[in-house]
Structure formats: C-alpha cells, structure tokens
C-alpha cells in the first residue's frame, strides 16, 4: 500500500531563507508524486508533480523537487522564502492508475519578516 | 474553465438534517473524486468516480453518506441525517487519466 510521510507539521523560515519541506513516500509501483499548497479558506493547488523521466521538476512560485527513488524521498525546496509562501503545503502519491492520490498529513509554513 | 465549482461555499444546519453538497468538475475530466478535510485526520478520500461510476467508495465513513454522479458534468454528496462530528471542509476534485487533481474551493459544513 501507497503512504505518505511529512516530516515537521510546522516550519518557520525567514524571509529570503531557503525553504525544505520532506516528504518520503512508500510504494508498490513507481510512484507518480505531487506538491500542493493550500491557502487559507482556498482548496488545494498544484505545485508541481513527477511522473516520468527528469528527477528535478520545478513547479509555480519558484518551488522545485527532487524525486530520489534511492531514498524514497521527494523534498520541496525555494532558494528564497517570500511572505506570500505562507501557506500549507501537502505531499501526495497516485496510488492507482485513476489519480487516486494518498496525501500527507500537511506541512504549515511561516514566513517570518 | 472555471475551474471545479462546488456549492454552497458555507452550510450550516442542525444535526439530523438532510445535507446535500454539489460539484461540478472541469469539463473533459473523466475522474471525480470527494475528499473530506478536518483537523484531526486531515484530508480523506470519501469516494471517488471515474467515467460517472464509482470506483472505490471505502472511504465513506457510514451509511448516512451517499454520492452520486448522474453525468460528466455534476456529482452530489449527501449526508443523512447528519451529526456534528460531520462537520468538515469537503473538497470535489476532478482530473484526467493520471494526471493531477483539481480541486475546488471547498464546502465548509457545521453541523450544529
């Protein structure tokens, strides 16, 4: 079965810091991967996603991952934290061929001045 | 597009009551999902559809839930009677093949 584990429910970054969020995943099958943000009182929003070919995939907003089958990770960083990242950010894998996805518990972000 | 649009964005109403939230996908998308958001178990998947049948409703909590999706372009999900621990955000997701999921706004559900 597909699973999905979010280190840290809560991160507080400066603002012009670099922003990692982890997330390791467990699959059967190669994993389809995806970031997504929500805002408050919004629903959730693409970041970026990996299913084939480049391991590096870069999303909207600057943000980038890096999927690393060796160590069944798929990390989202930004070289430089804006205010406008304060948001939640959530890690999921496809677990069937329909998009089915099994979501992380969810990291919060803060952005401090 | 505009998107998934779900109806209404806040409900409020009193436990044993009949509960109906609306979601219209993007059109072209053959995959329908409903998710549940709370606090405490963060985001669920109720149930989900593909080519308007479902395909896997084990995420339904009980009896009392119920989703439909009579065409490509309109789902339901009911709750009745509904309880106070039914209070949530339901979000309606739609995609196409394996690609990414688009969510809509969400229902905002207390269930007094």
């Known amino acids: 079965a597909q699973s999905v584990t979010q280190l840290g429910s809560h991160v507080s970054v400066s603002e012009g810091a670099l922003v990692l969020l982890r997330c390791n995943y467990s699959s059967s099958v190669p994993p389809y991967l995806f970031w997504y943000v929500q805002y408050p009182n919004q629903g959730l929003q693409l970041l970026l996603k990996?299913?084939?070919?480049?391991?590096l995939v870069k999303g909207i907003n600057g943000f980038e991952a890096e999927f690393k089958k060796s160590e069944t990770s798929f990390h989202l960083t930004k070289p430089s934290a804006h205010m406008s990242d304060a948001a939640e950010y959530f890690c999921a894998v496809a677990t069937d061929s329909w998009g089915k996805l099994q979501f992380g518990a969810g990291t919060q972000v803060v952005v401090t001045p | 597009d505009a998107g998934v649009i779900q109806s209404p964005r806040h409900e409020v109403t009193e436990m044993g009551q009949e509960v109906t939230l609306r979601c219209k996908p993007i059109?072209?998308?053959?995959?329908l999902f409903w998710y549940r958001q709370t606090m405490m178990r963060g985001l669920e998947l109720l149930i989900y559809f593909n080519n308007n049948v479902p395909i896997d409703d084990s995420g339904m909590p009980e009896d009392r839930f119920s989703a439909k999706m009579p065409n490509a372009s309109f789902s339901t999900l009911k709750i009745q009677p509904s309880e106070p621990r039914d209070s949530a955000v339901y979000f309606c997701?739609?995609?196409?093949?394996?690609?990414?999921?688009?969510f809509g706004q969400g229902t905002r559900l207390t269930v007094v």
């Open positions: 997701a739609s995609g196409y093949l394996n690609t990414e999921a688009f």
């Open positions: 990996y299913t084939t070919g480049a391991t």
């Open positions: 059109s072209g998308h053959n995959s």
